[in-house]
T-cell receptor, first 114, second 116 residues
Framework: AQTVTQSQPEMSVQEAETVTLSCTYD???????LFWYKQPPSRQMILVIR??????QNATENRFSVNFQKAAKSFSLKISDSQLGDAAMYFC???????????FGTGTRLQVTL | GAVVSQHPSRVICKSGTSVKIECRSL??????MFWYRQFPKQSLMLMAT?????????EQGVEKDKFLINHASLTLSTLTVTSAHPEDSSFYIC????????????FGPGTRLTVL
């Protein structure tokens, strides 16, 4: 079974600084997708970034980028120039067509301080 | 973008009653819809997957008779919590994906259920 591990329950970053959230996963599949979702206090799940496993290039979306290490099964999220609005729960998630469902990690609560 | 709505956003009911939660895809046809449950400060737990016109596939440990799922059209799925009890109190989230986007799910805003 696929598992997703987020080892940092809470992280804190100062406004305008950079923070990296960790995620590791376990799978025997070769074709899959990885996602980072943000859940602010409103609890609406928002897709932050996605990575196709077959792509070697790391995905980037504005201030958000990932470090995808397929051999190490690691998928970390880097948030640059952190803003107050980035404060939220961040969930790493894994998807494969075999199971056709998302598997979520336990989440990391990110605090952004002035 | 793809929008998914849920109704109601909050519901309070008495123990023993049934509650229905609707999930709608507003601007796309949802071939598959998913229902999640989220306890406070915890992750999302998949309850079931439903395809339009088919019976839902429930995850291990989820009571089919307690959580009835109907996916009668390509834009609507419903979750009915039957004979609700206080332990069913939780945040329920639906998501959907459409044709050509099987690996991306669009999430609804969630429904907070409180059973007294």
């Amino acid at each position: 079974a696929q598992t997703v591990t987020q080892s940092q329950p809470e992280m804190s970053v100062q406004e305008a600084e950079t923070v990296t959230l960790s995620c590791t996963y376990d799978t025997s599949e070769s074709d899959y997708y990885l996602f980072w979702y943000k859940q602010p206090p409103s609890r609406q799940m928002i897709l932050v970034i996605r990575q196709e496993a077959y792509k070697q290039q790391n995905a980037t979306e504005n201030r958000f980028s990932v470090n995808f290490q397929k051999a190490a099964k690691s998928f970390s999220l880097k948030i640059s120039d952190s803003q107050l609005g980035d404060a939220a729960m961040y969930f790493c998630a894994y998807f494969t067509g075999t199971a056709s469902k998302l598997t979520f990690g336990t989440g990391t609560r990110l605090q952004v301080t002035l | 973008g793809a929008v998914v709505s849920q109704h109601p956003s909050r519901v309070i009911c008495k123990s023993g009653t049934s509650v229905k939660i609707e999930c709608r895809s507003l601007d796309f046809q949802a071939t598959t819809m998913f229902w999640y449950r989220q306890f406070p400060k915890q992750s999302l737990m998949l309850m079931a997957t439903s395809n339009e016109g088919s019976k839902a596939t429930y995850e291990q440990g989820v009571e089919k008779d307690k959580f009835l799922i109907n996916h009668a059209s390509l834009t609507l799925s419903t979750l009915t919590v039957t004979s609700a009890h206080p332990e069913d109190s939780s945040f329920y989230i639906c998501s959907a994906n459409g044709e050509g986007s099987y690996n991306e799910q669009f999430f609804g805003p969630g429904t907070r259920l409180t059973v007294l």
